[in-house]
């Protein structure tokens, strides 16, 4: 039993569930927060939204691993997928993946449409834009894929708010773009011999880890700028995003001048998910402590 479910968390990819379900849950805090709802009243859509947020993002990962089998085969890290393995069959997965999609869906419509409709274009865009369309294609594939990537906290803000044009939701969004590619392109790195024997065209594949590192820079100051999206809200936020966006800069500067290729990329994935885990975290507490106060 243990083991069946081991092969279900690969396939659904719990980790990438978990992580997104982070800035989710703060964009629908910080929602309820400013726009002054009740936290009681809102508690279905809060249980609404995590389950459906959780099923649709287990949805698009199942579809993704079915569509790349050929490419996980290749690659160290993912040649033992069930997918790949055939410990889970074609026609289950995709089964399974239909049914997550719908139901996430249904739940999500249970807070707001426009929830419902968010999660879908999170998927849709998973899915055909970025697995189908540019991952084989383009090094531009992570900017593609940040999309679907930045969806959690418009729908967690879209469950309970009246609309998502508060430029708060907008911050929680573009940090989340922009937060992808330094996260993305330091596991690229790290795992580029994977990604040159699958033939996926990762930057630093194709054009080098020099140019991966001056890309990365260049979206680390617009993340560092990002920041002040939140004045409008919190000059607490804002400040915080604004020092753990500088200490990433710093430490991508420093470290790559200082550490081989691979070394710098390890500090700054393993940042890129300090980074991501203290920025939600703090603005869920900050709006709990607002709600609690207010």
Do not use: C
């Not at 092969?7 to 927060?33: D, E, F, Q, R």
């Not at 998973?126 to 418009?154: C, F, H």
């Not at 100051?221 to 000059?235: D, M, N, Q, Y």
């Amino acid at each position: 039993m243990q083991n069946y479910i081991d092969l279900w968390a690969k396939t659904v990819k719990t980790g990438i569930i978990k992580s997104n379900l982070i800035p989710m849950i703060a964009a629908l805090m910080l929602a309820i927060y400013t726009y002054d709802l009740d936290f009681v009243e809102n508690i279905p859509n809060i249980i609404f939204a995590f389950i459906g947020s959780a099923f649709i993002i287990g949805a698009a990962g199942a579809f993704n691993n079915l569509y790349d089998r050929d490419i996980d085969l290749i690659m160290q890290r993912t040649k033992n997928r069930p997918t790949v393995t055939g410990e889970l069959s074609t026609k289950t997965v995709l089964t399974v993946a239909i049914l997550l999609l719908l139901v996430g869906l249904i739940l999500l419509s249970l807070t707001t449409w426009l929830a419902a409709l968010l999660g879908l274009l999170g998927v849709f865009f998973y899915v055909v834009p970025y697995t189908m369309w540019t991952k084989r294609r383009t090094i531009w594939n992570t900017e593609v894929g940040s999309i679907s990537g930045a969806m959690p906290p418009l729908i967690g803000w879209a469950a309970v708010a009246p609309d998502i044009w508060h430029p708060a939701a907008w911050a929680l969004f573009f940090i989340m773009v922009i937060w992808q590619m330094p996260h993305f392109y330091a596991i690229a790195i790290r795992k580029k011999d994977d990604y040159s024997a699958a033939g996926i065209p990762m930057l630093p594949v194709v054009k080098g880890i020099r140019r991966t590192y001056i890309q990365t820079n260049v979206y680390l100051v617009i993340l560092t700028l990002t920041s002040f999206l939140f004045v409008p809200i919190s000059w607490g936020l804002t400040l915080v995003s604004l020092i753990l966006a500088i200490i990433w800069l710093w430490l991508s500067f420093v470290g790559y001048h200082r550490m081989e290729g691979k070394t710098w990329s390890t500090k700054m994935f393993v940042y890129s998910l300090l980074f991501m885990t203290i920025e939600f975290a703090t603005v869920i507490i900050y709006s709990i402590v607002a709600i609690i106060f207010s």
